[in-house]
């Protein structure tokens, strides 16, 4: 495979004495900084020395005031609402967030993961119906349903409402749901766009404090959780993820929460934790709950709030991890063997392989 290497254009050299001058940091820095339009003292200011202060406005993104009112009315009603997200990291993380943060303001609250074998990616006919069983009038769904739209379509013609939380990008139609957030639908001003689901979430937790006037530390607990999301969906540490990576990561080594916590320590991750550890160390572990078992079991362990439970959660979770590595091995042994026995023809540019037993979740 060639690779052609995209080099950006080298900085003014004025612009670079300049600014060296002012920030009294190395030139070759400051081309750097130059090269990704930091080209000012407040601009570098600001990127060196991170604050919350920094994060933007959530009534920003649109569909804000309209979510925040679905989910006061229904509280205002009485009515169940449930709490619906992915299976991954982000979608857990999000779920944990939000379902955390609602449950310590209304307690007519509970949530769903769907199952990856019988169910598959975000919402589903399973979902639904176990919405309108349990009688739940209003599902937030968290890092999906942004293209959901006949199922959403069938919620709202059976009495359900709907606050789509997502940041893939949208189709060409809309789901018919009571709000609708995400900061890459078209017609959305919010300044960030690269936002992760569990991202997303932080905002509408945030606008319902501002909303109910609450002090935006109460959030702040969560910010481990938009971290690891952050680091485990591969989202670009940019502009706000940067912020909201910064005062996560601090969160996750100065006190984080206990599962967590009782993660990092079954993991043997005792020295400082960085975004490369969040990706090879806690990710794989949290992921592998949904891969082998049910994510239901991840959500489980984020929301513990005692050292004793989460330290269970944290075991169960960690042996999902161990066997997703077994199996990952076996697969790719086996497929390896496959491969020597009726080696590919010489002008062949890709190899195709299948096996009925192996695992989907892990392939």
Request: hydrophobic content about 40%.
């Amino acid at each position: 495979m060639k690779k052609k290497w995209l080099f950006k254009k080298s900085p003014d050299p004025i612009k670079v004495r300049s600014l060296s001058s002012k920030l009294n940091i190395h030139p070759t820095l400051v081309s750097l900084l130059l090269q990704r339009d930091i080209d000012s003292l407040a601009k570098a200011q600001s990127y060196f020395k991170p604050s919350l202060a920094q994060l933007h406005d959530p009534f920003l993104m649109r569909g804000m005031s309209n979510a925040v009112k679905a989910i006061e009315r229904s509280i205002s009603n009485h009515e169940k609402i449930l709490v619906y997200g992915d299976y991954d990291v982000d979608g857990t993380t999000a779920v944990a967030l939000i379902y955390g943060f609602l449950q310590s303001l209304y307690p007519e609250i509970d949530y769903y993961i769907p199952d990856r074998y019988s169910e598959g990616y975000g919402l589903s006919n399973a979902g639904i119906q176990y919405a309108l069983d349990h009688q739940y009038k209003l599902i937030i769904t968290l890092d999906c349903g942004i293209k959901a739209v006949e199922l959403v379509d069938k919620g709202v013609a059976n009495g359900l409402s709907f606050i789509i939380c997502d940041h893939h990008l949208p189709g060409e139609q809309l789901p018919a749901a009571a709000a609708i957030l995400d900061p890459k639908q078209v017609g959305c001003n919010y300044p960030y766009k690269e936002l992760s689901g569990c991202g997303v979430a932080y905002k509408l937790a945030t606008a319902i404090c501002i909303n109910r006037g609450i002090n935006e530390h109460k959030v702040y607990e969560y910010l481990d959780l938009v971290a690891v999301s952050i680091a485990a969906d591969i989202v670009p540490i940019t502009g706000e993820n940067r912020v909201l990576s910064y005062f996560g990561l601090r969160k996750l080594n100065a006190k984080p929460r206990q599962g967590l916590e009782a993660l990092l320590k079954i993991g043997g991750i005792k020295h400082q934790v960085d975004i490369p550890e969040v990706v090879f160390g806690l990710a794989p572990r949290i992921n592998a709950a949904g891969r082998i078992d049910h994510a239901r079991t991840a959500v489980e362990l984020l929301l513990s709030n005692n050292a004793q439970q989460a330290e269970k959660w944290a075991k169960n979770v960690n042996e999902h991890n161990s066997l997703r590595k077994e199996t990952d091995s076996s697969i790719t042994r086996e497929a390896l063997e496959m491969i020597e026995k009726q080696p590919p023809a010489t002008d062949s540019k890709s190899t195709v392989l299948f096996k009925e037993d192996w695992h989907k979740g892990v392939i």
